[in-house]
């Protein structure tokens, strides 16, 4: 279920505001947490910005599996697709809010604005980057490396909190690294009996990452 709270022209910010730098029309909602955004072969017509919650992206494999390829967290931007439907499925994994903008208005708006192609180019360039990293990951890392690499990957997008709150479930980290559930378990049991993080509360979703420094060196 998703709620309309507004439509509305005003400021952009974030990525956004870099991109176009003026007013855009935009229609803000709020999902419930495991609510589709849009689907798989849907017509992508908008552009999307979170301002609260996480969002996961994912493809489901022929033969039953789910293969997620990035979660997106406040402030990111996603949607954008190089033909005129949806290669993957968004989906809420927390009750969130979204921006949401029509993507002819953003690409309008960015050939006017000076840079502002540039920084379209700089934006699709990184998650190109973030893709290869990922298959990087998928391809070439032991399981302990994988669960390491992502630890670090989602300290440094969260700012590197003393106490970081993953908004994902140890299910949707596994879809994400191709991994069992009980092997990315095992692996962070085995992260924190090491003493390089430590778990707080009975979810084990807030983790207090002890000795970063050690964590990145075993997912280079």
Known sequence: MLVNINTYRRPVDGHLAALTGERVLCSEYKYRKGTEIFGEGEEAEYVYQITAGAVRTHKQLADGRRQINAFHLPGDMFGFENGSSHRFTAEAIIETNV??????????????????????????????????????????????????????????????????????????????????????????????????????????????????????????
């Open 99 to 220: 921006r949401i903008m029509r993507r002819g208005s953003i690409i309008e708006a960015t050939e006017i604005r000076i840079g502002g192609t540039k920084r379209l180019l700089s934006m699709v360039t990184q998650n190109l980057q973030h893709a290869e990293d990922h298959l990087l990951l998928l391809g070439r890392k032991t399981a302990p490396e994988r669960v390491a690499t992502f630890l670090v990957e989602m300290d440094a997008r969260l700012g590197h909190p003393q106490l970081m709150t993953l908004p994902m479930s140890r299910r949707d980290i596994a879809d994400y690294l191709g991994l069992t559930l009980e092997t990315v378990s095992r692996a962070l049991s085995r992260l924190r009996d090491q003493k390089l993080l430590r778990f707080e509360g009975t979810t084990q979703r807030r983790i207090q990452l002890l000795r970063r420094e050690e964590l990145a060196e075993l997912g280079p």
